[in-house]
């Protein structure tokens, strides 16, 4: 009986302890968003008739310093191309927060990222056409040729530009750089921008 | 003049110790030289009695005999007797083991015997299905919460072996971290039982308890072996326990399970990356004496698991678009293989309780719990960041009980206590993501009583509580330390009586009061979810949650024919929900819709019923059925992920009734109607209803001295396509089509 009691406090004093020597949660630590893209540079070059690059560099960009974030959206450059010129187009990637280029990275993943060129300006009656020039010879869109129609419909088209992840690029259809039905390869967009157009 | 010799003697034998109903006790009338046996529920009567004086005898094995004189006059006589273990040193005595009894009047049922035994292979919600007035709330066909009268989450708690269940419960797909083989019993309150068990358990609790450990010498194993074609899915799960036989009254057990299971088949194609494997392990030694009693207790829950590739989508208009495809877009083929998106998630839970007998009447409990909860989600991500989780969590709970019983050979028992809760929960850096949530610590006092009162038919309950919590919350915002010290404090109460109007009707109402601090996501969340396309805002000023809910229940049980109804209605101030704001954030990445949380006042009410009828020893029929209507009392509108009204009926028929061994075939029919109640805005539409079927055979072989149970369960027979409301990847995909499983369980 006695002993039994004893051993009781003994149990108690047991909990006791591991109670109040309980965790605490560890300090808070910055944490940068390695995922988050937050600028997109196009470079446009003009290309002349036998495929020569010629001229300055034109670029455009989009960016969004802080990611994915209520309240601030993206500042997007109007594009401004010339009619009847073709350029090469070089899509450059990056992450300004950890300050990383991560047009690399799609590149080392060419079998799993693919650009679409899609709005306005590339369906329906395109003003501008696109033709995948990626230096691996695999259809990636990092590099490629944009034409523009030397006398378009119309002016004032959207270019959207769609960087796709995890994609099936064997899907039928799916080597057409502007093709609509793009969800259909599967994956998910991990870029989805609009650029205003505007034709000289 | 002749004497009215019509009169009845009633009453009720239960162990003093716990309350639990004694089956099988021996009641005998001296004058009259009559007996009768108490049935499972502890009821004797005796019946057409003259009036007069009777000395009733109660006798039961190992308990100390009771004598009670008393005078008969009128048909109204009911007395509960309580029966107390005699001392131990009385040779050949059998030792209880101490599995507490849940002393509520709410509702409650549990799942054990051949319902768990068909239950076996699936997780904790998919088998909770099987009670009346749960549903689950799903992400996928591996993932899945229970929901009780329409609440989950954090508005239910689950305990594990008496230690309420601490994970990373606020997330929809985060599945409670729990091995439904460790169970002997699964049991459901309906109730709030916030008094009882703390806060948040406002729409009920759900108590998964392993059998008693074993008091004398004695060894038996069960070994369960599952099959079922549907994702090819195999299931393992052994469970020893025995009794030392040098020194009595000690105990132990040792459970262990593995789960592997490819990719799910709907009825047209394949989900991709919907494998899942699963590894647990438990443990658990105890010692019974007639004064003390303690046992310790450890679980581990390891699980990783698939989530459909294509719900894990970039922005809203892929959202959209798949939405409108209607199924996925990627044609996947069988595999076990799990990539990302996956999660990866292990519990370790352990526990010390102990109880001493101080007198005859009072006991002191006392109960230590440690959980550690680690949850890993993985992305699909480029490069190296794709082997880093991007939600990568730490979650430490340690639980303090300390209270005392006391019951009494007069009309009281009850429980008085204290209950300390300490939480830690921390990011892992590393994942290259702002955390959604902060790190945070938590502390939470509660002191609470609880009495009951029975005098034959009739038992009254009433209990108070009061709880004090403290949350401090750190994380850095666009390199800006955030702290917050916020404190919620709060009474809740309960009153509830059992009435047993008659042996064969009983009802019950339970009126409880219950409270939920809001929790750290609601308060914090800020950021992508990815499978919702959706920016969360969670907001620092809200409330806590005050619900009041009123639970009546009937019980009929004559014959053939068993009845259960249950009525409630939950009252629930400053309810807090995901509302969407109808605006959107335009990012690189794309289009997001925008949800913030509120509060406003809901009311739930509802019922269940389940019942069953034997219309000969050969053939019976059940059905069981819930309706739940949830409305946000403010707005005048709906709550999303309510679930819809649902029935499951069928029929059985025994092979060879009456030799006590289970041989049976079921055809049941689970109708599932549309939820036409829907909130003013959701991504997609309710799906249609849907009807399956399904066919279950179960038979029980004697081998030696050893039990065989082998069970078939086809499951949706005709390979039915169709989407539950409550499956959030209702949005993805249909859900599961026709399995075919084979169950395997020997007892030796």
């Known amino acids: 009986m006695f002993n039994s009691k004893k051993n009781l406090v003994y149990v108690m004093a047991f909990f006791a302890l591991s109670f109040f020597t309980a965790c605490e949660s560890d300090d808070p630590v910055i944490e940068n968003d390695a995922e988050v893209i937050t600028d997109v540079i196009l470079n446009f070059q003009e290309l002349d008739a036998t495929g020569n690059l010629v001229g300055a560099v034109t670029t455009f960009s989009a960016s969004d310093p802080q990611g994915i974030e209520v309240g601030a959206t993206p500042t997007i450059d109007n594009v401004t191309l010339t009619k009847g010129k073709t350029y090469q187009l070089n899509i450059e990637v990056r992450n300004s927060i950890e300050n990383e280029d991560i047009t690399e990275e799609i590149l080392e993943e060419g079998d799993e990222h693919q650009f679409f060129f899609l709005g306005t300006a590339f369906v329906g009656s395109p003003v501008l056409t696109y033709q995948y020039d990626d230096l691996s010879g695999e259809l990636i869109g990092v590099q490629g040729i944009v034409t523009v129609a030397a006398s378009p419909g119309f002016n004032n088209a959207n270019m959207r530009i769609i960087l796709r992840h995890d994609l099936d690029k064997n899907f039928p259809g799916a080597t057409n750089p502007s093709f609509e039905n793009f969800v259909q390869a599967g994956g998910e967009s991990d870029l989805d921008i609009t650029f205003p157009l505007i034709l000289n | ?748």
């Open chain 2, 1 to 748: 003049m002749a004497q009215d010799c019509n009169l009845v003697i009633r009453g009720k034998v239960i162990h003093l110790e716990n309350n639990e109903p004694i089956e099988s006790a021996y009641i005998w009338i001296n004058e009259v030289e009559r007996g009768e046996i108490t049935d499972q529920d502890g009821n004797f009567v005796i019946r057409n009695l003259c009036p007069g004086s009777y000395t009733i005898k109660i006798q039961f094995l190992g308990h100390k005999e009771i004598l009670d004189t008393i005078s008969l006059n009128t048909n109204s006589f009911n007395k509960t007797y309580r029966m107390e273990e005699e001392s131990l040193d009385l040779v050949g005595v059998e030792i209880h083991g101490h599995r507490d009894a849940v002393q509520t009047t709410t509702a409650l049922t549990a799942l054990y015997g051949d319902e768990l035994l068909a239950a076996r292979g699936e997780n904790l919600g998919e088998s909770l299905k099987r009670i009346a007035g749960v549903t689950t709330f799903s992400t996928g066909n591996t993932i899945s919460k229970p929901v009780i009268h329409g609440m989950h989450s954090n508005r239910i708690m689950i305990l594990n072996n008496g230690i309420r269940l601490e994970g990373q419960q606020w997330g929809a797909e985060h599945a409670p971290e729990i091995d439904p083989f460790l169970a002997d019993e699964i049991t459901v309150v309906k109730g709030a039982e916030t008094v009882r068990y703390g806060p948040e358990a406002m729409g009920g609790v759900i108590l998964v308890n392993p059998a008693p450990l074993a008091t004398k010498k004695s060894r038996k194993t069960e070994l369960n072996l599952l099959g079922g074609t549907n994702s090819r899915m195999g299931n393992i799960s052994v469970t020893h326990s025995g009794g030392s036989g040098k020194i009595n009254g000690l105990g132990y057990r040792v459970q262990a399970s593995a789960k592997r299971a490819g990719n799910v088949k709907s009825p047209d194609y394949y989900q991709d990356n919907t494998g899942m494997s699963e590894l647990n392990f438990s443990g658990a030694l105890g010692y019974s004496s007639s004064k003390l009693g303690i046992e310790t207790y450890y679980s581990f829950f390891n699980t990783s698991i698939g989530i459909l590739r294509d719900a894990h989508t970039g922005n809203l208009s892929d959202l959209e678009q798949i939405i409108q495809n209607g199924r996925p877009f990627t044609n996947a083929d069988f595999t076990y293989e799990i990539n990302n998106p996956k999660q990866v998630v292990s519990h370790h839970l352990a526990k010390v309780k102990s109880h001493y007998h101080l007198s005859e009447n009072w006991k002191l409990n006392a109960q230590y719990g440690f959980q550690l909860n680690l949850r890993e989600e993985y992305d699909r991500r480029r490069g190296d960041l794709n082997d880093r989780p991007s939600l990568d969590l730490k979650l430490y709970t340690n639980t303090f009980d300390l209270f005392v019983d006391h019951t009494h050979r007069n009309e009281f028992s009850g429980t008085w206590g204290v209950n300390l809760i300490q939480q830690a929960n921390s990011n892992v850096p590393g994942t290259g993501v702002t955390p959604l949530i902060p790190n945070y610590d938590m502390v939470n006092v509660g002191f609470y009583l609880m009495e009951k009162y029975s005098k034959g038919p009739l038992e009254l309950e009433a209990g108070l509580r009061y709880d004090l919590r403290n949350v401090q919350t750190a994380r850095f915002i666009q390199n800006e330390l955030q702290e917050a010290d916020l404190d919620y404090q709060n009474f809740s109460a309960f009153i509830g009586g059992l009435f047993q109007i008659n042996p064969r009707l009983s009802f019950s109402s339970n009126l409880g009061s219950a409270w939920r601090p809001p929790n750290v996501n609601e308060l914090f969340s800020q950021g992508l979810h990815h499978g919702a396309a959706a920016v969360e805002i969670g907001d620092s000023e809200l409330n806590s949650e005050k619900s009041f809910k009123w639970v009546n229940e009937l019980e009929y049980d004559h014959n053939n024919l068993h009845l259960e109804v249950t009525g409630y209605a939950n009252q629930i101030n400053n309810y807090i929900y995901l509302n969407p704001t109808g605006e959107t954030v335009v990012s690189l990445r794309g289009t997001f819709n925008v949800y913030e949380y509120l509060q406003a006042n809901a009311f739930f009410y509802g019922f269940d019923f389940a019942g069953s009828y034997e219309f000969t020893e050969k053939i019976s029929a059940y059905a069981k059925g819930s309706i739940i209507r949830a409305k946000n009392t403010d707005e005048n509108n709906y709550f999303p992920f309510i679930p819809s009204d649902r029935m499951d009926w069928g029929f059985a028929y025994d092979f060879d009734s009456g030799n006590g061994k289970t041989n049976k075939v079921t055809l049941s029919n689970i109708l599932v109607a549309q939820q036409t109640r829907e909130p003013d805005f959701d991504i997609a539409p309710a799906p249609p209803g849907y009807a399956l079927f399904n066919l279950a055979y179960q038979k029980q072989l004697q081998v030696h001295s050893n039990k065989l149970n082998l069970g078939i369960q086809v499951q949706n027979i005709f390979n039915t396509s169709y989407k539950e409301y409550m499956n959030r990847f209702r949005y993805f995909t249909d859900d599961m089509g026709r399995n075919i499983l084979l169950k395997i369980n020997y007892q030796f």
